[in-house]
T-cell receptor, first 114, second 116 residues
Framework: AQTVTQSQPEMSVQEAETVTLSCTYD???????LFWYKQPPSRQMILVIR??????QNATENRFSVNFQKAAKSFSLKISDSQLGDAAMYFC???????????FGKGTRLSVIA | GAVVSQHPSWVICKSGTSVKIECRSL??????MFWYRQFPKQSLMLMAT?????????EQGVEKDKFLINHASLTLSTLTVTSAHPEDSSFYIC????????????FGPGTRLTVL
């Protein structure tokens, strides 16, 4: 079974600084997708960024980027120029091919200090 | 596009009663819907996978007779918590997928269930 591990229960960052959230996963599949979701206090799950395993290029979405190391099964999220609105719970998630469900890590709570 | 709604957003019920939660894909046809449960300060735990027109597949440890799932159409799945008890109080989230190769899931806003 696939597993996702987030080793940082909590992180904090100064406003305008950069922070990196860690995520590792375990799978024997070759075709899969990785995601980072943000869950603010409203609890609505918001997709931050996604990465297809077959793509070597790291995904980037504005201030958010990932460092995808397929051999190491590592998928970290970098948030640049952190803003107060970035404060939330962040979940790393894995999904295999087909209509399979997401497998979530335990999450990292990010605080942004003004 | 790709909006998923849930109704109700918050429900309070008495112990022993049943509660139905609806999950709708508003602007796309969802071949598969997933139901998750989230306890405070914890991650999302998959309860079941629901495919249109077929029986739901439940995760190990989830009581299928307590959590009834019906995916009657390509835009609607329902979760009924039968004979609810205080320990069923939780945040329930559904997600839907079109089944494309891109594999993105779209999440509903969740339903907070409180059983007194």
């Amino acid at each position: 079974a696939q597993t996702v591990t987030q080793s940082q229960p909590e992180m904090s960052v100064q406003e305008a600084e950069t922070v990196t959230l860690s995520c590792t996963y375990d799978t024997s599949e070759s075709d899969y997708y990785l995601f980072w979701y943000k869950q603010p206090p409203s609890r609505q799950m918001i997709l931050v960024i996604r990465q297809e395993a077959y793509k070597q290029q790291n995904a980037t979405e504005n201030r958010f980027s990932v460092n995808f190391q397929k051999a190491a099964k590592s998928f970290s999220l970098k948030i640049s120029d952190s803003q107060l609105g970035d404060a939330a719970m962040y979940f790393c998630a894995y999904r295999g091919s087909g209509n399979t469900p997401l497998v979530f890590g335990k999450g990292t709570r990010l605080s942004v200090i003004a | 596009g790709a909006v998923v709604s849930q109704h109700p957003s918050w429900v309070i019920c008495k112990s022993g009663t049943s509660v139905k939660i609806e999950c709708r894909s508003l602007d796309f046809q969802a071949t598969t819907m997933f139901w998750y449960r989230q306890f405070p300060k914890q991650s999302l735990m998959l309860m079941a996978t629901s495919n249109e027109g077929s029986k739901a597949t439940y995760e190990q440890g989830v009581e299928k007779d307590k959590f009834l799932i019906n995916h009657a159409s390509l835009t609607l799945s329902t979760l009924t918590v039968t004979s609810a008890h205080p320990e069923d109080s939780s945040f329930y989230i559904c997600s839907a997928t079109t089944g494309t190769s891109y594999n993105e899931q779209f999440f509903g806003p969740g339903t907070r269930l409180t059983v007194l």
